[in-house]
């Protein structure tokens, strides 16, 4: 399963509503995206704080969760992986969750607004996922570019500690944080999600201190 789509899993609840990583949802999939054309050899991602990523093969790839932003991902090559991260045009929610529909992994449920909203009907994959974060947490499994991207992508979303559950085992907050942070820091497009919503998060506060002090 492609690393986009089990991301999609993790912050999917069960129903099919978005878990509380909703403001920043499509970005994390759009993370999880860049980070699985990495590893197909369809863009290449610079070195640096904030690097570059350039489309270095052309076609499809075969994924239908990563060929729909292709076109946009196309005329954005050279754009800094922030930029990318940050890109409406890049959302792959809706084509992951068909893939996962095809594979029967979810049932697509139409609404009336927002969208298609896809349930879980086979539990089994994100559970699979879970444990095999839990023993990566716990130190009995290697960690995979997969797994660093998944636990990167929830830390920086800030959800990591709710959403893990069981599989954090007993680490606490700052425990967890820590253990995920040795374990991702090496993702470029986890670092930029993770920049992002922290400035993001940093102006919120900011302007509701600046409200509430004009207001006393």
Do not use: C
Not at 16 to 25: C, F, N, P, V
Not at 166 to 188: C, F, H, N, T
């Amino acid at each position: 399963m492609l690393i986009v789509e089990e991301v999609f899993l993790l912050l999917t609840k069960d129903n099919g509503t978005a878990d509380r990583a909703w403001g920043y949802r499509r970005h994390g999939l759009v993370a999880a995206a860049l980070v699985d054309l990495a590893q197909l050899g369809v863009i290449d991602i610079a070195e640096g704080r904030d690097p570059k990523v350039s489309v270095v093969k052309a076609g499809v790839t075969g994924h239908a969760s990563l060929d729909v932003i292709l076109p946009a991902l196309d005329g954005m090559s050279g754009k800094k992986v922030s930029r990318l991260v940050a890109s409406s045009k890049l959302n792959p929610a809706t084509a992951v969750g068909h893939s996962l529909a095809e594979q029967g992994i979810v049932t697509e449920e139409s609404r009336m607004f927002g969208g298609p909203k896809f349930v879980t009907v086979n539990p089994a994959p994100e559970i699979a996922v879970r444990e095999r974060l839990g023993q990566v947490l716990a130190g009995t499994r290697e960690p995979t570019i997969a797994d660093a991207a998944e636990l990167g992508i929830l830390k920086a979303l800030n959800v990591a500690y709710g959403l893990l559950g069981p599989a954090r085992g007993d680490l606490d907050r700052r425990g967890l944080s820590r253990r995920i942070e040795s374990v991702s820091r090496d993702v470029p497009s986890v670092e930029a999600l993770k920049r992002m919503v922290d400035s993001i998060t940093a102006s919120t506060v900011t302007v509701a201190v600046a409200a509430g002090s004009s207001s006393s």
